[in-house]
């Protein structure tokens, strides 16, 4: 795998090329049209109001218990939890269908430890520069990892979580079917007691269920290929993550990529003037219900010291 030391070192100044901007859309854009294109095909033959509710409300549980869940609580440690909201957040987390929570966590501090070097399991630049590394790279970065023999150790990365035993559970292949079973049965038990039909139940499995997870999985993915391959560097990282405003709301905040690697631990990725990120309200908004504790708000002083100069 190409390291970071190996990429020319102007690289990351120079403008992105037509080529690589193809790929982006490619892999991202492209599958995103197509969902798109189905809905006013679909409307009114299997897609109404009611589908669009409950997947959007659908997305925003999985998403943020992938965001505030696995990524900033389990992953980084942020905040402290009460019990009963750590066990929800893993729960929604899972519903994603992007694997038990020790298991998404054992991968992501993985990445973190070698980001872009030898060892990340999921790096776009694995396979050098240039078009045809790059296009090896996104395609390994976006899915193509999650097919690699290769496990990252749980033991070795995970530890705490292993020690938590609610936590060690939930991770439990076993334990994991009733929640993909939850994932998409959910949305098809309130579109079914909403519309009153097997039919409205059908169309909100799969509006709610199939097509809510496939959005979740490519605004994920996105953030390990898009967010690592180009973007605005604000703040100073010894790896390629980059901040990616168009990906920031669908993402609930995660595509404030740069600020994230300068400060991992951070519970809000988004810190600069206009950068909203979403799942930092909803830990805040926890914050004050008396949730969660000893949240990792920003520092002004380490936010400074880590600022790129503007230009």
């Known amino acids: 795998m190409a390291s970071p030391s190996a990429v020319p070192p102007d690289l990351a100044a120079a403008p992105v090329p037509w080529s690589e901007r193809l790929l982006i859309v490619l892999f991202v854009v492209v599958p995103f049209l197509a969902v798109l294109a189905a809905v006013p095909f679909a409307w009114g033959w299997g897609l109404g109001w009611r589908d669009v509710i409950i997947a959007v409300a659908m997305y925003l549980v999985t998403g943020f218990g992938v965001t505030v869940g696995y990524h900033r609580h389990f992953t980084h440690r942020s905040f402290q939890a009460r019990t009963w909201l750590r066990v929800l957040m893993a729960v929604a987390g899972g519903m994603s269908l992007q694997g038990p929570v020790i298991r998404w966590v054992a991968d992501h501090r993985r990445h973190h430890k070698y980001a872009d070097k030898e060892g990340d399991p999921h790096s776009p630049w694995r396979f050098g520069p240039g078009f045809a590394g790059l296009a090896r790279g996104l395609s390994h970065a976006h899915v193509g990892w999650l097919f690699s023999p290769e496990r990252t150790s749980r033991?070795?990365?995970?530890?705490?979580?292993?020690?938590?035993?609610?936590?060690?559970?939930?991770?439990?292949?076993?334990?994991?079917?009733?929640?993909?079973?939850?994932?998409?049965?959910?949305?098809?038990?309130?579109?079914?007691?909403?519309?009153?039909?097997?039919?409205?139940?059908?169309?909100?499995?799969?509006?709610?269920?199939?097509?809510?997870?496939?959005?979740?999985?490519?605004?994920?993915?996105?953030?390990?290929?898009?967010?690592?391959?180009?973007?605005?560097?604000?703040?100073?990282?010894?790896?390629?993550?980059?901040?990616?405003?168009?990906?920031?709301?669908?993402?609930?905040?995660?595509?404030?990529?740069?600020?994230?690697?300068?400060?991992?631990?951070?519970?809000?990725?988004?810190?600069?003037?206009?950068?909203?990120?979403?799942?930092?309200?909803?830990?805040?908004?926890?914050?004050?219900?008396?949730?969660?504790?000893?949240?990792?708000?920003?520092?002004?002083?380490?936010?400074?010291?880590?600022?790129?100069?503007?230009?």
């Open 155 to 311: 033991r070795r990365f995970c530890p705490d979580l292993l020690a938590d035993r609610p936590i060690r559970f939930l991770s439990h292949n076993l334990t994991y079917v009733p929640v993909v079973l939850l994932s998409l049965g959910l949305p098809a038990l309130a579109g079914g007691l909403w519309g009153g039909s097997w039919q409205a139940a059908l169309t909100a499995c799969f509006w709610g269920g199939l097509v809510r997870v496939f959005v979740l999985h490519h605004v994920t993915w996105s953030i390990n290929s898009i967010c690592h391959t180009f973007g605005k560097e604000e703040f100073a990282v010894r790896d390629r993550s980059r901040n990616v405003r168009w990906l920031a709301l669908v993402s609930l905040g995660e595509a404030w990529h740069n600020l994230h690697h300068a400060d991992p631990t951070c519970a809000r990725h988004g810190v600069l003037r206009g950068q909203i990120d979403p799942s930092a309200r909803l830990i805040w908004l926890f914050e004050r219900l008396g949730w969660v504790w000893e949240v990792r708000w920003p520092d002004a002083g380490r936010v400074a010291a880590r600022r790129v100069p503007a230009g």
